[in-house]
């Protein structure tokens, strides 16, 4: 829990210096989305064996704050979050668990025109940062657990609506992916993984 708070905390102080700019400040907006996250099908792997992870789909949510620096470009700090539960382990053999990832994210996003009378903006943007993932998988032999931070990054496309001057809601796919790191087996050893998901999201946007 701690190394969460720590985590959520380093994302938004990065862009406490930006926002106390005068300037600035009136292009701060803030934004919430949520909606269902698919994790890929992922091999567990070491020198001693391996197991394939299958999931569920699961879901997906986080907020995040930021600068618009001109009709181009923006930048944001951003706090999301993925669960996603096992549908089984290894060629269809019974097993149960679950991945939770959360995420401390630094965007940048590239703003694709208006259209439509400026109500409509299509965009694209970047992330990385860091990803706290959270990983129990429970099978006759053996079990397979991780509480790792770890680099991340994401890649996001989006479609947004402004119904007011100064709000918008959005619809975006975005691609995640952490680095390798290392699950604990329980019969010895590690072994090396990794969460790749896309997400299918729907926000709203509040300028300031």
């Given amino acids: 829990m701690k190394k969460n708070l720590l985590l959520a905390l380093s994302t938004f102080l990065s862009f406490a210096f ?16 949520g ?6 099908d992922e091999d567990a792997t070491s020198t001693a064996g391996s197991s394939t992870i299958n999931y569920d789909l699961g ?14 470009i923006s930048f944001e700090g951003e706090i999301g979050y993925r669960r996603n539960t096992v549908d089984f ?3 269809g053999n019974p097993g149960s668990g679950d991945t939770d990832v959360i995420s401390g994210m630094v965007n940048t996003v590239l703003h694709l025109g208006t ?34 931070e ?12 402004k119904f007011s001057d100064d709000t918008s809601v959005f619809l ?19 072994r090396s993984f990794k969460v790749r ?4 999201l729907i926000g709203i946007r509040h300028s300031f």
């Fill in 89 to 91: 382990i290894s060629n």
């Fill in 172 to 190: 975006e796919t975005r691609y995640f992916q952490t680095a390798d790191f290392d699950l604990d087996v329980s019969t010895g050893g590690t």
């Fill in 150 to 161: 770890v680099f991340a990054y994401q890649v996001m496309f989006g479609l947004g609506y």
């Fill in 35 to 40: 909606g269902l996250n698919y994790i890929y």
């Fill in 115 to 148: 259209f439509i009378d400026g109500t409509i903006k299509p965009y694209a943007g970047v992330g990385i940062g860091m990803a706290n993932v959270e990983s129990h998988f429970v099978w006759p032999n053996p079990n397979q657990d991780a509480n790792e």
């Fill in 18 to 33: 930006i926002c106390s700019s005068p300037v600035a400040a009136k292009d701060l907006y803030v934004s919430a989305w």
């Fill in 197 to 200: 998901s896309t997400s299918g």
């Fill in 59 to 72: 879901g997906a949510a986080g907020v995040a704050v930021g600068i618009a620096v001109n009709d181009l």
